[in-house]
């Protein structure tokens, strides 16, 4: 497309703009197809924020601690546990290591057990909570030294589940990206559809403006002009729905999990504003993808 | 101003006239006759490039037609003004956008142009007219309003194919006199017409050329016509 050709198109021109029949169902379905899609995109948006945010908090809070169980007979677990805390606290990259008092325990195990259990009397292995340095602990060497000096310590760096998760997080959030860009697809394919239905309907449109001497350009921008224009109102109004939508789900809160966690936050909220644009993008290369093939089959 | 140079049209497989040589002079007026199916509106096509030759050249304005892309086809266009017998319009549009479309998709000030647009309205009895939309209109308003688009760019040739079809002989006798003052304005003039009586009515006011499609051959027809 010339500069000459942009400028036109994105100034317009009233006169260029009536020349082509301003209703029909074409005019409908892509205001139609450009808000839905917008709405979609916002909840893909939304979603692989959330996801996103997610996977960065799985990692950071997870990423710097792990635990030591002790599984010993009761004469020999707080023997154990001391030399598991000296061995770790002389361990390079093992920033504390402290051992969870017995409410601590009781409170860890109070949503399985209830409040009247006698939990002094089961045999509860002792845990023991490990604060790594920036560096880190080397996890393999610090598991052969608890099997060697404390049998009954286990090392738990909670790497064989934190994993999975952050992966799948991190997954959730590529899909919520390729959700957009196939949304986005889709868009350009029915507003492509709805602009070749438009320029076949209005064949004649065009044969005129062709027999008084306009140009194919001239042509082709009164109806991306108008396809585009439609594609930013659709997808708008869109987004708007779509907002609206996230801001009345219910608020954040750990029962909910991940799901009331579905949404922006900060700035992020400014995010789906560049939805209307791009629409409008798409919707102007769509049509003008459609006006173009159009025109030299009718040459 | 419009030369064909050995010209030759097939469509189909099917030739539909071969090796036309043909010169149209500025300020000339030409009467295309022949009978339905000989191509005498492909004829008229080729004239202004809406289709191209299968065999010779078309120049016009000293250009060659095969040399110019559809832009420049479009450009060339506006110093042609062709009248269709079926006068499309954009049905949507009041006649008075429609006799400034040719300004519109030129990029001219169409407010500026309004004194013109008037004075063109009137002369072809269209003033009351002018909000009116095209289906509106009878059947020789429509042709009239098609001659007003043709010339509101003031082409240097005219093209009109079968002007007169769709009308009684009163209005074919007016759109002919239009026709007539425009040449006498100078302007080049070929009109398809299969109406023998009105050719022939006409050439006792003009001096006129009468061609001749029939056997896939152009000629010129004398005092047989």
Known sequence: MKVTDLRALVLGDAQADRVVPPTGFTARLTLFASGAMAFLAVFAMALSMASGRLATRWSEELARSATVRISAPDDQMA????????????????????????????????????????????????????????????????????????????????????RPLVVAADRLRLLGWISILLIGGAMAAMITLAANSALAANRQVIEVLRLVGAQDGYIARAFVRRFTLRGLIGAAAGVAAGLLGIFFLPSVSDEGGFLTGLGFSGAGWLWPLVIPPLAAVVACLATGFAARRTLRSLS | MIELEQVGYSYGGAELFGDVSLQLAPGSFHFLTGPSGAG??????????????????????????????????????????????????????????????????????????????????????????????????????????????????????????????????????????????????????????????????????????????????????????
């Open chain 1, 79 to 162: 023997a154990q546990t001391d030399l598991t805390l000296r061995l770790l606290r002389q361990t390079p990259g093992v920033q504390s290591a402290r051992a969870f008092t017995d409410e601590e325990q009781a409170a860890l195990l109070l949503p399985w057990f209830g409040p009247d259990l006698p939990i002094d009397t089961l045999p509860v292995p002792r845990l023991i909570e490990v604060i790594e340095t920036a560096e880190g602990f080397d996890a393999a060497g610090l598991r052969l030294r608890l099997q060697a000096e404390v049998p009954g310590a286990v090392l738990d760096d909670h790497t064989r589940w934190r």
């Open chain 2, 40 to 225: 005498k509106t492909t004829f008229l096509r080729l004239l202004y490039g809406a289709l191209s030759p299968t065999s010779g050249r078309v120049r016009i304005f000293d250009t060659d037609l095969a040399a110019l892309d559809r832009d420049g086809l479009a450009r060339m266009r506006r110093r042609i003004g062709v009248v269709h017998q079926d006068c499309q319009f954009l049905d949507h549009l009041p006649l008075i956008d429609n006799l400034a479309l040719p300004l519109t998709v030129s990029g001219r000030d169409v407010a500026a142009e309004a004194d013109n647009l008037a004075e063109l309205m009137h002369w072809v009895g269209l003033s009351s007219r002018a909000e009116a939309l095209p289906p509106e209109l009878s059947g020789g308003e429509r042709q009239r309003a098609a001659l007003a688009r043709a010339i509101i760019m003031s082409p240097d040739v005219i093209i009109a194919d079968e002007p007169t079809g769709n009308v009684d002989w009163d209005m074919s006798q007016r759109l002919l006199q239009l026709l007539i003052e425009l040449n006498r304005m100078g302007k080049t003039v070929v009109m398809a017409s299969h109406d023998l009586a009105l050719i022939r009515a006409t050439k006792s006011k003009i001096q006129a050329r009468v061609l001749r499609i029939s056997k896939r051959r152009l000629t010129t027809a004398g005092a047989d016509l």
